[in-house]
């Protein structure tokens, strides 16, 4: 294993140029899916790498429930500096398995919330309109059947304040938007980030990148499906400038008051419809961006794989039979 086992835990820097600058260049689609990819993969990676150390460091504490053949030299001369490492991943690990279980209950809550907060309405509107006055839009991703619940399929929920600031072709900028994020799934991508920066804090910026290319993956559905990318814009902005904070603020929503990202999505509608290539071009910043972060992916798989097939070559030669 050697220093090598340490590598799955600092390559997930090479995926963070590939963040910004494929937003720049690549269809928001593909950023989505390249860059929830690469969080997941490098992630995964980043766990099992954490997952090792704490087997070597475990076995070097009193009292452990392995076997003591595996606190023999051998061992611990797979992992440099094997007590304070080891007893380091395992601090580290059972922190990022708390926090990704905490991260998971709140998804669920927040959704059971949610549409417990819809029970109300007649089942059958689309979209659900709530009595409030305060603007925003979200959608509300559909929640699985339990013994004594039904299924609730996946909802949009708009408050009657944002539909008074919008005119008629706005709303079905606004409708076909948040329906953009219910029929392709983006809580699911969000999900995923968002446990990745869980186990792995180097890929915390991740997050801002898939939510903002999430967003902008659903404002050209909504522009192709009203056939307008400036009438879109205009219902961004103009949500943007009226929006307050959503009460659901971990669900995809149309507009919120944050400065930075909504300009942006503005910009990119006025702007022509970005590529639908699945890669950019070898010999661009962006290009070369993808190839560091797929590179980085790629030596952190393969340290992974590595640093596990050696320590159980270590472990079964230690272990007598």
């Known amino acids: 294993m050697g220093v090598f086992v ?37 992630g995964l990676c980043s766990t099992l790498c954490l997952a090792l150390l704490m087997v070597v460091g475990t076995a ?56 417990r907060a819809l029970d109300g309405l007649p089942a059958d509107a689309d979209p659900a309109v709530l009595p409030d006055d305060d603007p925003y839009a979200y959608a ?49 991508y969000l999900l995923a980030v968002r446990l990745a920066g869980c186990v792995n804090p180097l890929l915390l910026p991740m997050r801002s990148a898939v939510a903002f290319s999430t967003e902008r993956w659903a404002d ?14 205009r219902a ?9 904070p959503s009460p659901q603020p971990e669900l995809a929503h149309f507009a919120a008051p944050e400065p930075g990202p909504v300009p942006r999505r503005v910009a990119a509608l006025l702007a022509p419809v970005p590529p639908a290539r699945s890669w950019p071009p070898a010999l661009t910043p962006a290009g070369l961006a993808a190839l560091v972060a797929a590179a980085g992916t790629a030596a952190s798989a393969l340290s992974s794989l590595n640093a596990a097939v050696a320590l159980f070559l270590v472990l079964k030669a230690a272990t007598p039979l």
């Not at 991943?89 to 709140?106: F, P, W």
């Not at 961004?236 to 307050?244: C, E, N, S």
């Open 220 to 233: 050209e559905e909504a522009a192709r499906f009203v056939g307008d990318r400036r009438l879109t814009a």
């Open 60 to 115: 070097q504490l009193p009292g452990n429930p392995l076997p003591d053949s595996w606190s023999v030299p051998e061992v611990r001369a797979a992992v440099p500096h094997d007590e304070v490492t080891g007893t380091a991943a395992i601090v580290a690990l059972t922190a990022a398995l708390t926090v990704s279980g905490a991260t998971l209950r709140r998804h669920r809550r927040i959704r059971t919330r949610t549409h």
């Open 6 to 42: 340490f590598l799955p835990l600092v390559l997930p820097l090479t995926a963070l140029p590939i963040a910004r600058l494929a937003e720049q260049h690549l269809h928001p689609r593909v950023t989505t899916r390249l860059l929830t990819l690469l969080s997941v993969v490098l």
């Open 140 to 188: 509300v991703p559909g929640a699985p059947g339990r013994p004594g619940r039904p299924a609730r399929p996946g909802r949009i929920a708009v408050s009657r304040g944002m539909l008074r600031s919008l005119d008629a072709d706005e709303h079905q900028a606004l409708f076909a938007h948040e329906r953009a994020h219910l029929s392709h799934r983006h809580h699911r």
């Open 236 to 244: 961004v902005g103009k949500a943007a400038l009226i929006a307050r």
